[in-house]
């Protein structure tokens, strides 16, 4: 095993015609890694600060999402109810287990049986919060956590996001940017947290005669609530 | 996976005939090309991030040893391990023992180009560890027993009809009567029996499409869902990487998936992008309770530092193929293994070895396509005209391309010969088109003229001359 590393890395080094790095020049590299360069951000990801949420939105609804803008948490309840119906879906929902969404007024709407999480199988509507949304590409930018089970991600038919406009970004470095200085590694010496996913749109295939389907191993749909108020 | 790149030639002519194929890649040329074209029509600053993302890619691999050491110590501190494979066995070993010793009878697998490369499946099967390929289009040839025809859109060359027949005939415990016309019913029949596989597998092996030295974190693209159910669900994580896919940081990553999905599908982005890091975190409630990842050289070290070295800043996109006429015409399994089009015929003679794919860098017109649109600018056509020059200077080939090029070279050495023969050579080429401009049937050139027509010389002049009398 360690003969196959040192193998390998001697291979790298003969072929770059080389030795080991020197300290200092691995150092500097060192030093790269800690300052990551800016990034050549399209001005596509750098909208006005007006235009972030409208930008989101358009980008979002490019790749099939829906989109859905409420005033403030406590009408999570009721748009998530009317989304379902205007759906034809079942009135259930398994919500992730996040303060923010454990703080939602749930029993204001009745006829909405909803549940926190993990994730099962049968679930067919799940709800998460996004740590960011990317304007640029209309992006959501889940961070897996306690609060925010990776499985229910993918597991549900629909998959439904709160995103408050407050964590709408520009681009995607500017959620590195917030991620580096999060707390969301939860072990020492690491701001990422287990998974990172970006995603953008509903899941799909165009795997049988690059005909274009949602739905194929993850959501069919997704929809994103903006929530203006709070954050 | 078997080669069959030594039979390139035989292997074209029988994609040529094949309708069905033809059928398939007239519905690639249609679709791919036109939506990457929209996609960058959306993003003017194209050229400057391709640039960036050469030169990210050019500065890692000019210090790799640094990079990849990185990467494992990241890997390592957020509780994952990493295993080094020098070649295709070595990785089958490492993966099987992995598998083995997790007890697992079912693993699910994200589509890797790698984990054909190293022909994995065949290898766990052998030893009674069942592989279930997750992306559709893998799946699908999982069950016909075919290889991948397009890195990206692995059934490309299939038809509808031919999905449903094969799903006819495995899925044998549904009901035959079954309505299968619509793709819709297909993918449903398809997502529901995965889904089983899913919840059950224990053990999930996916590939990577970057690795991220700052953070040690696996980046996995998908469409599906499938690369992130197959990473998430199972109690072992396996990914198989080979060595190029380091980047230094989140941001140079973030440059290269920018461009990534546009040269690939024309997606701005692609559905799903992951970032994973370790293994489940104590108060996590999900995700994989180890995290292996398999780094394989497989003569990657060979091409660094050499010739070959901007082939190693391939990302996998398959626009080159896209937009090559050769692929467009033949389809991906006439090139015999798993890597086709013009990046496939840069790496698969170093990747098989010498004598074993001689004829690949001859597939392809090198009309240039290639390299305008690649993502990282790799000159796919300079490098296919040296696999040309290796090859005769290593003196292999056909004999008569061989006496055609040594010919043509002692001639070339003479001006004054050189220009008697070509002159001889104009007048009888336009005695032989009777006036009419080109020439349908040529001896010695059947396999020019058995195709088309060739052009025949203006007024039975040569180039040269025409050029100095002023093109008149």
Redesign the interface.
């Known amino acids: 095993?360690t003969a196959?590393?040192e193998?390998?890395?001697e291979?790298?080094?003969?072929?770059?015609?080389r030795g080991?790095?020197t300290v200092e020049r691995?150092a500097e590299?060192?030093a790269?890694?800690s300052r990551?360069?800016?990034?050549?951000v399209?001005?596509?990801g750098r909208p006005a600060a007006k235009d972030l949420i409208d930008t989101f939105r358009k980008?979002a609804e490019r790749?099939d999402a829906t989109v859905d803008v409420i005033e403030n948490m406590t009408e999570i309840p009721s748009a998530i109810k009317s989304f379902l119906d205007s759906n034809e879906l079942p009135p259930f929902l398994k919500i992730a287990p996040e303060p923010r969404l454990q703080a939602v007024p749930w029993s204001k709407e009745p006829g909405l049986e909803a549940a926190f999480?993990?994730?099962q199988?049968e679930d067919s509507a799940a709800l998460g919060r996004a740590f960011a949304g990317v304007a640029?590409?209309g992006?959501l930018v889940m961070a897996?956590?306690?609060g925010s089970?990776?499985?229910m991600?993918?597991?549900a038919e629909t998959h439904i996001v709160a995103l408050w406009a407050g964590d709408i970004a520009g681009a995607?470095?500017d959620a590195?940017a917030r991620l580096r200085k999060s707390d969301k590694g939860?072990?020492g010496?690491?701001?990422?947290?287990?998974?990172?996913?970006?995603?953008?749109?509903?899941?799909?295939?165009?795997?049988?005669?690059?005909?274009l389907?949602l739905?194929?191993?993850?959501?069919r749909r997704l929809h994103i609530l903006i929530i203006l108020s709070g954050r | 996976m078997r080669s069959t790149a030594k039979s390139f030639k035989i292997n074209s002519r029988r994609a040529i005939a094949d309708p069905k194929l033809q059928d398939?890649l007239g519905?690639?040329s249609a679709?791919f090309p036109a939506r990457r074209a929209a996609a960058l029509d959306?993003?003017?600053?194209f050229d400057?991030?391709r640039e960036?993302a050469r030169r990210i890619k050019d500065h890692t691999l000019?210090?790799?040893?640094?990079?990849?050491?990185?990467f494992e110590a990241k890997v390592r501190?957020?509780?994952g391990r990493v295993?080094?494979?020098?070649d295709g066995a070595?990785a089958r070993e490492i993966i099987l023992d992995i598998c083995l010793a997790a007890g697992a009878r079912t693993v699910t697998k994200g589509k890797s180009m790698i984990a054909e490369e190293i022909a994995l499946n065949e290898h766990l099967q052998r030893n009674g560890v069942r592989p279930v390929e997750?992306?559709?289009?893998e799946y699908?040839l999982q069950l016909m027993d075919e290889p991948p025809s397009h890195i990206i859109?692995?059934?490309?060359h299939l038809?509808?009809a031919q999905?449903i027949e094969v799903f006819r005939q495995k899925h044998k415990n549904l009901d035959p009567a079954r309505p299968l016309d619509e793709?819709?019913r297909?993918?449903d029949e398809a997502?529901t029996l995965?889904?089983r596989d899913?919840?059950t597998a224990d053990v999930g092996i996916t590939g990577a499409n970057l690795l991220i030295?700052?953070?040690g974190?696996v980046c996995v693209v998908t469409?599906?869902?499938?690369g992130?159910?197959t990473?998430?669900?199972p109690r072992v994580h396996v990914v198989i990487a080979s060595?190029e896919k380091t980047v230094?940081?989140?941001?140079?990553a973030?440059?290269i998936?920018?461009l990534l999905a546009r040269s690939a599908?024309g997606?701005?982005?692609?559905?799903?992008?992951?970032?994973?890091?370790?293994?489940?975190?104590?108060?996590?409630?999900?995700?994989p309770e180890e995290f292996h990842v398999v780094?394989l050289?497989n003569h990657r070290?060979?091409?660094?530092?050499?010739p070959y070295n901007a082939m190693l800043r391939c990302i996998r996109c398959a626009a080159c193929l896209n937009h090559c006429p050769v692929y467009k015409a033949i389809g991906g399994h006439a090139y015999g293994w798993v890597y086709p089009g013009p990046m496939g015929a840069v790496l698969t003679p170093h990747l098989l070895g010498p004598g074993r794919a001689d004829d690949l860098p001859d597939a392809s017109t090198l009309c240039g396509k290639c390299v305008e649109v690649c993502p990282v600018a790799i000159p796919l056509p300079d490098l296919l005209r040296r696999r040309r020059k290796d090859r005769f200077e290593a003196g292999r080939g056909s004999r008569i391309g061989r006496f055609a090029i040594k010919t043509w070279v002692m001639a070339a050495r003479m001006p004054v010969l050189y220009r008697m023969l070509t002159g001889l050579a104009a007048v009888l080429l336009r005695y032989l088109s009777g006036g009419r401009g080109y020439i349908s049937r040529l001896p010695l050139g059947g396999g020019w003229t058995g195709v088309r027509d060739f052009p025949a010389p203006q007024q039975g002049r040569t180039f040269m001359k025409q050029l100095k009398s002023g093109g008149k």
């Open positions: 095993m196959a590393r193998q390998m890395l291979k790298i080094r003969a072929s770059l015609g080991r790095l691995a590299l060192e790269g890694l990551p360069g800016p990034g050549t399209p001005a596509r980008e790749v999480g993990p994730a199988a640029e590409t992006t897996s956590g306690p089970p990776q499985a991600n993918f597991l995607y470095e590195w939860g072990i010496g690491q701001f990422m947290p287990r998974a990172v996913t970006w995603i953008t749109g509903p899941s799909r295939t165009a795997d049988i005669e690059q005909k389907l739905g194929a191993h993850g959501p | 398939a519905r690639l679709g959306r993003l003017p600053e400057e991030l960036k000019e210090n790799l040893d640094f990079y990849l050491e990185r501190e957020a509780g295993h080094w494979a020098g070595a997750t992306d559709l289009g699908i859109a692995p059934a490309i038809s509808k999905i793709p819709r297909i993918l997502r995965l889904r899913f919840l030295a700052e953070t974190s469409n599906e869902g499938n992130d159910l990473m998430t669900l060595i230094p940081t989140l941001e140079d973030t440059t998936l920018r599908t997606q701005d982005m692609s559905v799903y992008t992951t970032f994973a890091t370790g293994p489940k975190r104590s108060p996590d409630s999900d995700g780094l050289d070290t060979e091409m660094l530092g050499g």
